[in-house]
């Protein structure tokens, strides 16, 4: 018997800290992350003997780095998401370079924006999964917050009660990350509908597991096809509505306002847009507080950095000229983090902006975007507030269906299931 037979006749047994079921469904274990690779000794093989790679070989290395790349955990070792590590190394590397020289820090703060725009723009277009911008977005909170402790403080021009409140807004802000990943409302399958239900151990792979907390997936198989026909003339009305809101790819009639993600792979009522998770009904207020507790924790951070290495300019005045601020490394960093921070604040300031008007005019970021495509919407105060004329009741009525949106009945449901 082989040693990777044995391994499969012992998957039944409970997994160690240190073990896991690798991609191609062996059980292996952290220590041997360096062996059996053969990809990986292909592809140095043939890069030294200066022979083309083969159609794939380059994605098959980094999929087993990715698979093996783990952290030991009590039900099994983890896999670690290899998007999650570059802000962890990079962030450091570039803020700790551009506090050298001014002139270094216009280059490196200029340069990390145009970079995480065009990761953006790179990772949508093609509808991939990616936690990078979770992870710089939680990194750059803790690590700013970290050099407050270690660099600010010490300084003594911090008293107990502004080190309290920067806490409690950290807190806050992380606390409302927590509950806006929690769900975003997803589309259930109307119960006369359901056939049959297939339950999964593993979540497939154009699902995204975040989704699923670990759970176990569950697919619905439904009672037909495709959309329902008509009986007689009066259904064609209905019917036309049904096929417009009807989902090729989860198989399910969208109530109104729903959609598609397609980073996600599943249906989410009052779909908005997908930032660092999807946002939609279940969790779209506690997303909105998430931005206005970190914009007030960081607005008042910055205030209390910039007074502590620059005491005698004005607030508004030391972020733009601070003489001498670069004759002490530490002065330096923390007035380069100081910019790093503002330029995080503006854009997630715009983003706040943006939502609070869609909020006024009861529209979502996904219904304005299709009113322009299909020049159905009207555009106001310079193209920031796209009007469709739909769902919108009054200023005040919109707020109160917004702030009032049920989201009992959705984290009472299981999770997300795929209907086919």
């Known amino acids: 018997m082989t040693k990777r037979s044995r391994r499969r006749l012992d998957q039944d047994d409970p997994l160690c800290c240190c073990e896991y ?3 191609h469904g062996g059980r292996s274990h952290m220590a041997a992350c360096c062996c059996d690779c053969e990809d990986l000794d292909e592809a140095c093989d043939r890069w030294m003997k200066k022979e083309s790679q083969n159609p794939g070989s380059l994605s098959r290395v980094v999929a ?3 698979d093996r790349l783990r952290v030991p955990w009590i039900s099994g070792a983890q896999q670690v998401d290899l998007s999650l590590i570059p802000p962890l190394i990079l962030l450091p590397v570039f803020l700790h370079i551009a506090a050298l020289h001014y002139l270094l820090g216009i280059v490196v ?3 990390i924006p145009i970079m995480v725009i ?4 790179f990772t949508h277009r093609k509808k991939g999964r990616t936690l990078f911008f979770l992870s710089l977005a939680l990194f750059s909170l803790f690590y700013m917050f970290y050099l407050f402790i270690t ?3 010490p300084h003594g021009d911090v008293n107990h009660l502004q080190l309290c409140a920067v806490t409690a807004g950290v807190a806050l802000t992380v606390i409302s990350l927590i509950i806006t990943k929690r769900g975003p409302g997803y589309v259930r399958p109307c119960p006369s509908d359901t056939h049959s239900t297939v339950t999964y151990h593993k979540p497939p792979p154009d699902v995204d597991a975040a989704y699923l907390n ?5 697919v619905v198989i439904t009672n037909h096809a495709g959309h329902p026909e008509p009986t007689d003339e009066s259904g064609t009305a209905q019917e036309s509505v049904q096929r417009r809101n009807w989902c090729t ?5 969208r109530p109104p306002r729903a959609g598609h993600c397609r980073i996600c792979g599943v249906c989410i009522l009052r779909l908005d847009h997908h930032c660092v998770c999807c946002v939609g009904q279940a969790n779209h207020p506690s997303f909105l507080l998430m931005l206005v507790f970190f914009l007030l924790t960081s607005l008042y951070g910055i205030s209390l950095v910039l007074r502590s290495v620059c005491p005698h300019q004005s607030v508004m005045t030391a972020l733009l000229y601070c003489p001498d601020v670069y004759k002490q490394y530490s002065s330096a960093l923390c007035f380069t983090c100081a910019w790093y921070s503002s330029i995080v604040t503006g854009g997630l300031l715009h983003l706040l902006i943006l939502q609070l008007i869609n909020v006024s ?3 979502t970021e996904r219904e304005a975007r299709l009113a322009l495509r299909e020049k159905t919407g009207r555009r106001h105060l310079w193209g920031l507030v796209v009007d469709t004329g739909i769902y919108s009741r009054g200023f005040c009525s919109n707020w109160t269906e917004f702030l009032t949106m049920s989201t009992a009945s959705e984290l009472s449901n299981p999770k997300p299931s795929d209907l086919v």
């Open 249 to 253: 790819v989860c198989k399910v009639v």
């Open 118 to 121: 065009w990761y953006y723009y």
């Open 214 to 218: 670990g759970e176990q997936h569950q």
């Open 21 to 23: 079921i690798d991609r």
């Open 151 to 153: 660099e600010v403080v």
């Open 109 to 111: 703060l200029t340069a």
């Open 361 to 363: 005019f009861n529209v």
């Open 64 to 66: 087993t780095i990715s």
